[in-house]
């Protein structure tokens, strides 16, 4: 049995795949399953994806349904379903991991506990300078240090939080580091798959990215009784450079009547109930 499912949510960017996965073929734990949640990409895409991988060292599920919009937590309640095993990884397809990211969450695993790493936004001419052939090398890991000095003093990138790219070993230094709790970020989060059942997965009414599906499961879990644990400079991974999303407050609806109504089980999950077909109502 797989220790981890490694789950990657995807849609249509190959090219950012490859780095990602790339990533993953660098990681120290090699006993977990990789699972593409692919939220409806092309026809043209698919095929690319299929050959990137066609020789991956890892058993790969592709997990897809047709592109309906922004349906990100569907998919990604369906990878859970197929998943192989009972510790689920969260992981976006636009997040290289560092090679320690896979170990890290399956040795710091614990039953009623969602572990939170964090991420950081590496500046664009780093980001658009990266091949898979210089993932595979560790470049990142090993020349990061040198390549955010440079860009702090050349740039406005201060606000991106670069330091969170440092992988620390000492025992002393994490406890330090992680002693004030952070939420849930949906690409960089695990626990066991029974947990998040509790919680019948993630609220599959959010439509629309950076409306709160993140918070939303993190309320819930806590509220079942699952507490969360930071892995900061623990469970690093690189985000690829990208404009950030803004939030509109306008959709954050279905978030506040979850709060309001203190739910927990959400009826619009993994687990269907009759009234899923008005899951367009809050």
């Known amino acids: 049995m797989y220790q981890a499912s490694l789950i990657i949510s995807f849609y249509n960017k190959t090219d950012e795949l490859s780095l ?25 895409a698919v095929k690319v994806l299929q050959d990137i991988i066609k ?36 992981l976006d397809g636009d997040c290289i991991p560092h090679s320690k990211f896979v170990e890290e969450h399956i ?44 860009e702090l003093f050349r740039s406005d990138e201060r606000r991106r939080q670069m330091e969170n790219g440092f992988y620390v070993r000492s025992r002393f230094l994490r406890r330090l580091i992680n002693n004030k709790k952070k939420g849930i ?20 009414r959010y ?17 079942a009784g699952i507490q969360v644990k930071t892995l900061k400079h623990i469970a690093v991974q690189y985000n690829l450079y990208h404009k950030q999303l803004g939030r509109d407050e306008k959709r954050l609806d279905i978030y506040r009547y979850n709060v309001e109504n203190n739910i927990i089980y959400t009826p ?12 367009e109502e809050a």
Not at 27 to 38: G, L, T, Y
Not at 210 to 219: L, S
């Open 20 to 44: 990602v996965l790339a990533g993953v073929e660098r990681q120290s734990a090699r006993n977990f399953e990789v699972i593409i949640a692919d939220d409806g990409s092309n026809e043209q």
């Open 55 to 90: 020789d991956f060292p890892f058993a790969v599920q592709h997990v897809w349904h047709e592109d309906q919009g922004f349906q990100k937590t569907t998919i990604l309640n369906k990878s859970v379903a197929a998943s192989k095993s009972n510790y689920l990884i969260f």
């Open 107 to 150: 040795k710091n695993r614990k039953t009623e506990s969602v572990l939170a790493g964090r991420r950081v936004n590496i500046p664009k001419k780093v980001s658009e300078a990266l091949t898979p052939e210089k993932v595979r090398s560790g470049y990142l890991e090993k020349f990061y240090f040198f390549k955010v000095i440079r």
């Open 185 to 204: 970020l949906g690409s960089n989060f695990s626990l066991f798959k029974g947990d998040i059942m509790k919680v019948n997965g993630f609220d599959e």
């Open 207 to 223: 439509k629309y990215p950076a409306c709160g599906e993140d918070t939303d499961i993190n309320m819930r879990l806590e509220r």
């Open 268 to 279: 619009f999950g993994i687990e269907k109930s009759d009234n899923f077909a008005t899951k």
